[in-house]
C-alpha cells in the first residue's frame, strides 16, 4: 500500500530565515501479538476467582482469555484495517553563524486502532457502586461509579473479535516546540522547551507503559470494567510541559565542562478504584481518564561533567568527573494509585546524587 507524503522549505541564505511544512500519511505497525489473536496455537489462558482458604471447594472458572483461539475462543475480523497516522508537522527556523533558532508545531493523529473486543457484552450487568474518591476519610466528596457485574452463568463462556472498535476515542499528539542554539568559540549552548499533548484510550488500566498506550491490545473493550474512563486521558508518552538546556564550555588548561538542566511534568495517572463485590470477583475501574486532572510530581534535575585532557608521550589521557542530580533534587516519580487511605502516598524517587569518576587513555 502506497501512503502520500509532501514535504517544503523556503529558505533565504542573506537573512537566514526559513519556513517549512510537511505531511505524511503512514501505515503503524500492527500491536505486538495482533497475529497471535486468531491461532489455534497460541497461548491462551483460564482466570479463576480467588476464594479465602476453608471456602474454596473448587476452583470457579471465571473467564477464558486470548489470543490464542483454541475451542473458538478468538477470531479476527474479515474487516480488519490497518491503522494509519497522520502527521502535519510546519515552523519557521533562523539559521546565523552563532545563533540559531527554531519554532516548530507537530499534529499527529491516529485512525483505525485494534482492540480485543468481547462478542457477549450481554454477559455483564452494569451495576453503580459508591466510590470513597480522593478524599477516603471524607465522605463530602464520594461519588457513584459504575462498574460492570458478570452473570455466573457465562462464566468461562468467552469470545473475543480482534477488529477496529467503534467509539475508540481520540488517539492524537499536539506539540509545540521551540528550540535555540549558541555557538561560540568557547562556549556553545542549546535550549528546548516543548509543550505536548498526546491523548488516547488506554490498552489496560494503569499508567505504565504497557498500560496506558493506545496502540497495544489490552483489557480496554475485551473487559467492560477494564474501557470505564478508558478513553480521553493522557497517554503515558504525555508530559506536559518539557524543558532542557544544554552547555558545553572549554576552560584554560585543556579543562572541558558540561552541563545538562532538564525539567518535564509527571507521569499522568488514574485513581482505581476495587470493587470487591462482584460476582467475578475484586476489580479495578479507573476512577476518571488518567491525568485528567491527577499527574506526579515533575522532575527536574542537573547533570555535570568536567573532564581534563592531559599528553604523556603520545598518549592521550582523559581524567572525566560526572556528577548526576547533582543538587540531590529527590523529588517523587511514583505514587499509590489504589483509591484507600494511602493514595498519593509516594511509592518511587529520583535517584539519588551520584558522582562518577573515570579515566580515558587514546593511543
Known sequence: MC??????????????????????RAGARLPAMALAWGD?????????????????????????VGPGAGGGLTKIS??????????????IRIDKPRFAMGISAVIRTAKNGIRAVDDNPS????????????????????????AYNRKPETFGLDAY??????????????????????????????FSASAVAAKGTAANRGYRADENDPMLIGDAFANPN???????????????????????????SRISLGIVARYEDGQPFSRLAVFDNLNQGPEAVVAYPNGRPTRFTFISTTDVRLQKVTKIGAKQVTLIVDGFNVFN??????????????????TLIEPPRTIRVGLRIAF
Request: proline share 6%; hydrophobic share 40%; glycine share 10%.
Open 161 to 190: 473479535t480482534l477488529t477496529n472498535p467503534t467509539g475508540i476515542g481520540e488517539n492524537s499528539i499536539y506539540a509545540l516546540d521551540i528550540t535555540a542554539q549558541y555557538r561560540g568559540t568557547h562556549a556553545r549552548l542549546a
Open 329 to 346: 533534587i529527590g523529588r517523587e516519580v511514583g505514587e499509590y494509585v489504589i483509591g484507600d487511605a494511602n493514595f498519593r502516598a509516594t
Open 78 to 91: 474479515p474487516d480488519l484495517v490497518r491503522p494509519t497516522y497522520d502527521i502535519a508537522v510546519g515552523g
Open 40 to 64: 489455534v496455537n497460541a497461548p491462551s489462558a483460564r482466570v479463576y476467582k480467588y476464594l479465602p482458604v476453608g471456602q474454596l471447594t473448587q476452583p470457579v472458572l471465571v473467564a477464558r
Open 123 to 146: 454477559n455483564y450487568v452494569a451495576v453503580t457502586q459508591p466510590d470513597k474518591n480522593a478524599n477516603f476519610t471524607d465522605a463530602s466528596d464520594d461519588q457513584p461509579l459504575t
Open 226 to 252: 477494564a474501557t470505564v474512563n478508558a478513553a480521553g486521558g493522557r497517554t503515558f508518552f504525555d508530559r506536559g510541559y518539557i524543558g532542557k538546556i544544554i552547555g558545553a564550555f572549554d576552560l584554560p
Open 3 to 24: 501512503f502520500p507524503h509532501a514535504a517544503a522549505e523556503i529558505f533565504d541564505k542573506k537573512t537566514g530565515i526559513g519556513v517549512f511544512g510537511s505531511y505524511t
